[in-house]
C-alpha cells in the first residue's frame, strides 16, 4: 500500500469509527474494524463483504474509498461501477464519485473514456477557490496528479490569479518527480514569494539526479535574470546554484555583477561569503573581501571585511600543508590590523590568532607567551575570555618547557569554573600533559573524575583516555610501548605531524606485541585529516572498523569516516553506508544521535 492511501486509510478509518455509534446504524464496532484490518492485511475478499455492508449503512460515505478500492484490486470492475454510478445518483453535486468513475475506466484500460470523464468536471469548475481545491484534492486521492495539476492551472485561469495554490503544485511535481515543472513553479513563485527561497535550496538537491538537472536549473534562471535583472532572489538563487556544483567563483562573479550593477552597499555580497567558508572556498572568499575593501573605509564593511580577510587566509594557510613565508606575512597583518585598531577587546582574536601562528606554526612560543600573558591585561575581558586565554597560555607553557606553569594554570582555570565546559576542558589538558610526561597513574584519576563532565565530547574523549591507560600498563612491555605514544601524541601537539607519524610507525619495531594498534591507527588517521591528506586518513579508518569491531575507537572512527566521505570525499553514498553501520552497530555511542540525524539529511527525510 502507498503511503496516499495508508494515508486516506487512517482518516477513513476515524470517520467511520465516529459513524458506527450513531443512533439507528445497524453496523457493530467489531465489524467496522474488522474490516479496516482485513483491508491492510491485504485481504480484499474478506474485507469487501464487510465494506460493501459498510458502505450500503445510512451516513457511511467514509467506506467509500476502501471500498472502491478494494474491488479495484480484485478487479471486480462492473460491481465497482454499478456501486459508483449509483453513489452519482444519490450525490449529484459531488465530484468524487465522477472522479473515481473515472479512475474505474482508466484501471480498465479506458483511456478514452476516463480523460473525458475528468475533462469534463474541470470544464464545469466554479469560480470558487473552495471547490477548486476540493477537486484537486478528490483527483490527488485517486492518484490521479497530472489531472489535479491541470485543476489548479485552470483555478488561476478563473480567479485570474497566478501566485495562489503554489504550495499545493509544488507538492506535486515534488511527489512525481517532476524536476522541469518543480524548477519552473518555483521560478514563477519566487519574483512574489522570496521565503521559498530556503525551501528551494532544501528541496531541490533530494530531486535533483546530477550535474545536468544543476545545469538545467541554472540556464532556466540566467532567463529569469535576463527579464529581472535587479531581482536580488534570483541572483541569491543562481549563487546557491553555482555553489552546490562547487562552482565558487562563478558564483561570486555574478555576486559581484549585480553589486555593481544595482551600487549597492555590499551587504548581499558580505552575507554570501560566509558560504565560500563554509565550503572551506577560501581563495574565493579572499577575493570576495578583497573587492568589499575597494568600497573604501567608510563603507559599514570595510572593517568587518578586513578581520575576515585575515581569518580567511589563516584558515586558507592552516588547512594544510602551509607555507612558513606566507604566515610569517599574516602575522604581520595581524600586527598591522592592532597597530591600527589598538589592542583591546575588539582586537583580541587577532592576539588568538597571532599568538597561535607564533607558538606552533613560526616557532615563536616565547613570543606567543608575551602575547598571551599581555591579553589578559586587557580591560573589559569576561571571566571566559580570560579563562580561555589563560587554557592557551598553558599549551603554550608546555611548548616553552614549563610544565609546572601549564599545569598551575589549568589547575586555577578548573577551580575557578568548576563543573563548567571550560573548568572541564582545562582538567582535561592538565590530564593529557600528565599523559604525555607518562605520569599515567596521575593522569587515568583525573580523566576518571571528567567521566560524568557534562560535556559529552569531553567526557567521550576522557574515558577513552582513561580505557587507553587501563589497558596499556599491565606490564612493563605495555608501560614502554604507552610512553612511546605519548610521545607520538607530544609531537603531534606541538605540530610535528611528519615526526609524530614516525614515531607511532616505530612502536611495533620496538615492541612488535602491543596492543595499541587500533589506537595508532586512530592518531595516524587524524594526523592527515589535518594535512588534508584525506584517502589516506579514509584508508586506515577502514581499516580500524574493519579490524577492531569491539574497540574503543571504532565508533569514533565510524563517525570520522562517514564526516570525510561527506564533507571532503564527496562520496554521500559512502558517507550513508558509514553512518548507518554507526547507527545499527553502536546504539550506544556519543555519535549515534549526530549520525541518525546526518544520514536522514542525506537519505532525504523530513524536508
Given at each position: 500500500?502507498?503511503?496516499?492511501?495508508?494515508?486516506?486509510?487512517?482518516?477513513?478509518?476515524?470517520?467511520?469509527?465516529?459513524?458506527?455509534?450513531?443512533?439507528?446504524?445497524?453496523?457493530?464496532?467489531?465489524?467496522?474494524?474488522?474490516?479496516?484490518?482485513?483491508?491492510?492485511?491485504?485481504?480484499?475478499?474478506?474485507?469487501?463483504?464487510?465494506?460493501?455492508?459498510?458502505?450500503?449503512?445510512?451516513?457511511?460515505?467514509?467506506?467509500?474509498?476502501?471500498?472502491?478500492?478494494?474491488?479495484?484490486?480484485?478487479?471486480?470492475?462492473?460491481?465497482?461501477?454499478?456501486?459508483?454510478?449509483?453513489?452519482?445518483?444519490?450525490?449529484p453535486?459531488?465530484?468524487?464519485?465522477?472522479?473515481?468513475?473515472?479512475?474505474?475506466?482508466?484501471?480498465?484500460?479506458?483511456?478514452?473514456?476516463?480523460?473525458?470523464?475528468?475533462?469534463?468536471?474541470?470544464?464545469?469548475?466554479?469560480?470558487?477557490?473552495?471547490?477548486?481545491?476540493?477537486?484537486?484534492?478528490n483527483?490527488?486521492?485517486?492518484?490521479?496528479?497530472?489531472?489535479?495539476?491541470?485543476?489548479?492551472?485552470?483555478?488561476?485561469?478563473?480567479?485570474?490569479?497566478?501566485?495562489?495554490?503554489?504550495?499545493?503544485?509544488?507538492?506535486?511535481?515534488?511527489?512525481?518527480?517532476?524536476?522541469?515543472?518543480?524548477?519552473?513553479?518555483?521560478?514563477?513563485?519566487?519574483?512574489?514569494?522570496?521565503?521559498?527561497?530556503?525551501?528551494?535550496?532544501?528541496?531541490?538537491?533530494?530531486?535533483?539526479?546530477?550535474?545536468?538537472?544543476?545545469?538545467?536549473?541554472?540556464?532556466?534562471?540566467?532567463?529569469?535574470?535576463?527579464?529581472?535583472?535587479?531581482?536580488?532572489?534570483?541572483?541569491?538563487?543562481?549563487?546557491?546554484?553555482?555553489?552546490?556544483?562547487?562552482?565558487?567563483?562563478?558564483?561570486?562573479?555574478?555576486?559581484i555583477?549585480?553589486?555593481?550593477?544595482?551600487?549597492?552597499?555590499?551587504?548581499?555580497?558580505?552575507?554570501?561569503?560566509?558560504?565560500?567558508?563554509?565550503?572551506?572556498?577560501?581563495?574565493?572568499?579572499?577575493?570576495?573581501?578583497e573587492?568589499?575593501?575597494?568600497?573604501?573605509?567608510?563603507?559599514?564593511?570595510?572593517?568587518?571585511?578586513?578581520?575576515?580577510?585575515?581569518?580567511?587566509?589563516?584558515?586558507?594557510?592552516?588547512?594544510?600543508?602551509?607555507?612558513?613565508?606566507?604566515?610569517?606575512?599574516?602575522?604581520?597583518?595581524?600586527?598591522v590590523?592592532?597597530?591600527?585598531?589598538?589592542?583591546?577587546?575588539?582586537?583580541?582574536?587577532?592576539?588568538?590568532?597571532?599568538?597561535?601562528?607564533?607558538?606552533?606554526?613560526?616557532?615563536?612560543?616565547?613570543?606567543?607567551?608575551?602575547?598571551?600573558?599581555?591579553a589578559?591585561?586587557?580591560?573589559?575581558?569576561?571571566?571566559?575570555?580570560?579563562?580561555?586565554?589563560?587554557?592557551?597560555?598553558?599549551?603554550?607553557?608546555?611548548?616553552?618547557?614549563?610544565?609546572?606553569?601549564?599545569?598551575?594554570?589549568?589547575?586555577?582555570?578548573?577551580?575557578?569554573?568548576?563543573?563548567?565546559?571550560?573548568?572541564?576542558?582545562?582538567?582535561?589538558?592538565?590530564?593529557?600533559?600528565?599523559?604525555?610526561?607518562?605520569?599515567?597513574?596521575?593522569?587515568?584519576?583525573?580523566?576518571?573524575?571528567?567521566?560524568?563532565?557534562?560535556?559529552?565530547?569531553?567526557?567521550?574523549?576522557?574515558?577513552?583516555?582513561?580505557?587507553?591507560?587501563?589497558?596499556?600498563?599491565?606490564?612493563?612491555?605495555?608501560?614502554?610501548?604507552?610512553?612511546?605514544?605519548?610521545?607520538?601524541?607530544?609531537?603531534?601537539f606541538?605540530?610535528?605531524?611528519?615526526?609524530?607519524?614516525?614515531?607511532?610507525?616505530?612502536?611495533?619495531?620496538?615492541?612488535?606485541q602491543?596492543?595499541?594498534?587500533?589506537?595508532i591507527?586512530?592518531?595516524?588517521?587524524?594526523?592527515?585529516?589535518?594535512?588534508?591528506?584525506?584517502?589516506?586518513?579514509?584508508?586506515?579508518?577502514?581499516?580500524?572498523?574493519?579490524?577492531?569491531?569491539?574497540?574503543?575507537?571504532?565508533?569514533?572512527a565510524?563517525?570520522?569516516?562517514?564526516?570525510?566521505?561527506?564533507?571532503?570525499?564527496?562520496?554521500?553514498?559512502?558517507?550513508?553506508?558509514?553512518?548507518?553501520?554507526?547507527?545499527?552497530?553502536y546504539?550506544?555511542?556519543?555519535?549515534?544521535?549526530?549520525?541518525?540525524?546526518?544520514?536522514?539529511t542525506?537519505?532525504?527525510?523530513?524536508?
Open positions: 500500500m502507498n503511503r496516499l492511501l495508508l494515508f486516506l486509510l487512517l482518516i477513513f478509518t476515524v470517520n467511520a469509527s465516529a459513524q458506527i455509534f450513531r443512533p439507528g446504524q445497524q453496523v457493530a464496532p467489531d465489524e467496522s474494524a474488522l474490516a479496516v484490518q482485513y483491508y491492510q492485511d491485504g485481504d480484499y475478499e474478506k474485507a469487501v463483504v464487510l465494506l460493501e455492508k459498510l458502505f450500503s449503512s445510512p451516513n457511511n460515505e467514509a467506506y467509500f474509498d476502501l471500498y472502491f478500492t478494494a474491488l479495484i484490486k480484485l478487479k471486480r470492475y462492473e460491481v465497482a461501477e454499478k456501486a459508483v454510478k449509483r453513489a452519482i445518483k444519490q450525490n453535486g459531488s465530484d468524487l464519485y465522477p472522479i473515481a468513475l473515472g479512475k474505474l475506466y482508466q484501471e480498465r484500460g479506458d483511456i478514452q473514456n476516463a480523460s473525458k470523464v475528468f475533462n469534463d468536471i474541470i470544464s464545469r469548475l466554479p469560480k470558487d477557490e473552495f471547490k477548486i481545491r476540493m477537486l484537486a484534492n483527483f490527488y486521492r485517486f492518484e490521479n496528479y497530472d489531472f489535479a495539476v491541470q485543476t489548479f492551472k485552470q483555478g488561476r485561469k478563473l480567479l485570474n490569479n497566478d501566485q495562489i495554490f503554489v504550495f499545493e503544485l509544488l507538492n506535486i511535481y515534488r511527489f512525481k518527480k517532476d524536476k522541469a515543472m518543480l524548477m519552473q513553479e518555483y521560478l514563477d513563485a519566487m519574483g512574489a514569494m522570496p521565503q521559498l527561497l530556503a525551501q528551494a535550496q532544501s528541496v531541490l538537491p533530494l530531486v535533483f539526479d546530477d550535474k545536468s538537472d544543476y545545469e538545467n536549473f541554472q540556464a532556466a534562471i540566467l532567463k529569469k535574470i535576463q527579464k529581472e535583472p535587479d531581482a536580488e532572489i534570483y541572483v541569491q538563487l543562481l549563487t546557491w546554484n553555482y555553489i552546490q556544483q562547487r562552482e565558487f567563483d562563478m558564483a561570486l562573479r555574478q555576486l555583477a549585480y553589486d555593481k550593477r544595482t551600487k549597492s552597499d555590499g551587504t548581499m555580497l558580505f552575507n554570501a561569503v560566509y558560504t565560500f567558508v563554509d565550503n572551506s572556498a577560501y581563495e574565493t572568499a579572499i577575493k570576495a573581501y573587492y568589499l575593501l575597494t568600497k573604501g573605509k567608510e563603507n559599514q564593511y570595510y572593517l568587518p571585511s578586513k578581520i575576515e580577510l585575515l581569518n580567511t587566509k589563516y584558515n586558507l594557510q592552516l588547512s594544510g600543508k602551509y607555507n612558513v613565508t606566507d604566515l610569517d606575512l599574516l602575522a604581520k597583518d595581524y600586527q590590523l592592532m597597530e591600527e585598531n589598538g589592542k583591546n577587546k575588539g582586537t583580541l582574536f587577532a592576539i588568538k590568532r597571532l599568538a597561535n601562528l607564533q607558538a606552533y606554526y613560526l616557532n615563536q612560543p616565547s613570543k606567543a607567551e608575551i602575547e598571551l600573558e599581555a589578559l591585561q586587557l580591560p573589559g575581558l569576561t571571566l571566559q575570555d580570560i579563562g580561555q586565554i589563560k587554557l592557551d597560555l598553558g599549551d603554550v607553557y608546555i611548548l616553552t618547557n614549563q610544565p609546572w606553569e601549564a599545569f598551575l594554570v589549568y589547575e586555577q582555570v578548573s577551580k575557578q569554573f568548576e563543573g563548567q565546559p571550560i573548568g572541564n576542558e582545562a582538567r582535561f589538558r592538565s590530564a593529557k600533559l600528565s599523559f604525555y610526561q607518562g605520569n599515567f597513574e596521575y593522569s587515568n584519576g583525573q580523566c576518571l573524575v571528567l567521566k560524568s563532565a557534562t560535556s559529552q565530547l569531553i567526557a567521550n574523549d576522557a574515558l577513552n583516555l582513561s580505557l587507553l591507560i587501563s589497558d596499556n600498563i599491565q606490564t612493563p612491555t605495555d608501560s614502554s610501548a604507552l610512553k612511546m605514544y605519548a610521545d607520538a601524541e607530544m609531537l603531534n606541538r605540530n610535528l605531524p611528519a615526526q609524530s607519524v614516525k614515531k607511532l610507525d616505530s612502536i611495533a619495531i620496538a615492541y612488535p602491543n596492543s595499541l594498534s587500533d589506537a591507527m586512530m592518531s595516524k588517521a587524524r594526523i592527515f585529516i589535518k594535512t588534508n591528506e584525506f584517502q589516506k586518513a579514509a584508508d586506515i579508518l577502514k581499516k580500524l572498523t574493519e579490524t577492531f569491531k569491539d574497540g574503543i575507537w571504532t565508533d569514533d565510524l563517525f570520522t569516516l562517514a564526516d570525510l566521505y561527506e564533507k571532503k570525499l564527496n562520496d554521500i553514498v559512502q558517507a550513508k553506508l558509514y553512518f548507518q553501520k554507526l547507527i545499527t552497530d546504539p550506544g555511542s556519543m555519535f549515534s544521535a549526530e549520525a541518525r540525524k546526518r544520514f536522514r542525506l537519505r532525504g527525510d523530513g524536508v
